[in-house]
């Protein structure tokens, strides 16, 4: 069975350019969520969806946005990027709400906010 | 809330010995999951091992193995018989309650093996 799959894989951009990540779950996987990781704040979570539902949502500003397509893959998009946006976003597959030891996370996607 | 803490920024251990990695959590709920997972340079968060709160057992997985002391509200994760590979960050983890699938995330210990 593959794993998650996160395109791609890095990234460079300049302030306010935007940006569009991609993760594609585990094959059955119906629930994703997507996290931050910088080494001041550590690993923060940004959103939750479950059949192309958004049931949870962060503490970032709306610059961050995201939505999950019918076949459960995900997008986030994050607009007039700043050099704080510079982060490994990695993304996590699980099969439904509550299964938690089953959730598997991406290789990530590391941006670079020149 | 939800809490996890890990004390430890940085282990070194000799290959082939065993070594610790502490994780104290901090949480109301009656019924919770503690995870632990080991990120390489290369950035995946590889999901290592699991505990339930009432688990009658101590969670094993070949060579790492979680000492869960729930009266203490500690986690610590032993690996034994260290291998260079094992050389990474190790994120102690707890699922955040309330309809979210939220993971809640210690800071990380930094692991060198050492030849």
């Known amino acids: 069975k593959a794993g998650v799959t996160q395109t791609p894989r890095y990234l460079i951009k300049t302030r306010g350019q935007q940006v569009t990540l991609s993760c594609s779950p585990i094959?059955?996987?119906?629930?994703v969520s997507w996290y931050q990781q910088t080494p001041g704040q550590g690993l923060q979570f940004l959103f939750e969806?479950?059949?192309?539902?958004?049931?949870n949502k962060g503490n970032f500003p709306g610059r961050f946005s995201g939505r999950q397509f019918s076949n459960s893959r995900s997008e986030m998009n994050v607009s007039t990027l700043e050099l704080g946006d510079s982060a490994l976003y990695l993304c996590?597959?699980?099969?439904?709400?509550?299964?938690?030891?089953?959730?598997?996370f991406g290789p990530g996607t590391r941006l670079t906010v020149l | 809330a939800q809490k996890i803490t890990q004390t430890q920024p940085g282990m070194f251990v000799q290959e082939k010995e065993a070594v610790t990695l502490d994780c104290t959590y901090d949480?109301?709920?009656?019924?919770?999951?503690l995870f632990w997972y080991k990120q390489p340079s290369s950035g995946e968060m590889i999901f290592l091992i699991y505990?339930?709160?009432?688990?009658?057992q101590n969670a094993t997985e070949g060579r790492y193995s979680l000492n869960f002391q729930k009266a203490r509200k500690s986690a610590n994760l032993v690996i034994s018989a260290s291998q260079l590979g094992d050389s990474a960050m190790y994120f102690c983890?707890?699922?955040?309650?309330?309809?979210?699938?939220?993971?809640?995330f210690g800071k990380g210990t930094k692991l060198t093996v050492n030849p």
């Open positions: 094959s059955g996987h119906r629930s």
């Open positions: 949480t109301s709920d009656p019924s919770y999951g």
């Open positions: 983890a707890m699922p955040k309650k309330g309809g979210s699938e939220k993971l809640v």
């Open positions: 969806y479950f059949s192309e539902t958004q049931r």
């Open positions: 996590a597959s699980f099969s439904a709400p509550g299964a938690y030891n089953e959730q598997f």
């Open positions: 505990q339930g709160s009432y688990d009658q």
